[in-house]
């Protein structure tokens, strides 16, 4: 799954460079995502928090690589507004 879900980050990157993208997936997705963001290889991924069903998770894609900047924020609507913001 790591590879699927960077190949997607690298595409979100290449495609979409400076806009803001809403990706809605699965809890495991996700997970990858952030473990690939913080280096954390698959053996060790399980071991990361998985998020809560309808959470905000915000990830920044540089040049320089991934950051997470939010992980498993409420999804109210206003919670949502301050995470992209």
């Known amino acids: 799954m790591r590879g ?3 190949a997607f980050l690298d595409e979100m990157h290449r495609d979409h460079t400076g806009d803001h993208v809403v990706a809605v997936s699965h ?3 996700i997970r990858a ?3 690939a ?5 698959h053996a ?3 071991a990361l928090a998985g ?3 309808a959470s905000v998770t915000t990830l920044a894609i540089h040049d320089h690589g991934r950051s997470v900047v939010s992980f ?8 949502l ?3 992209v913001a």
């Open 33 to 35: 995502c952030v473990a």
């Open 51 to 53: 998020p809560s069903n």
């Open 81 to 83: 507004a301050e995470s």
């Open 44 to 46: 060790r991924r399980d």
């Open 4 to 6: 699927r879900v960077t």
């Open 37 to 41: 963001a913080f280096g954390v290889d």
């Open 27 to 29: 809890g495991a997705a």
């Open 72 to 79: 498993n924020l409420p999804a109210g609507p206003d919670d």
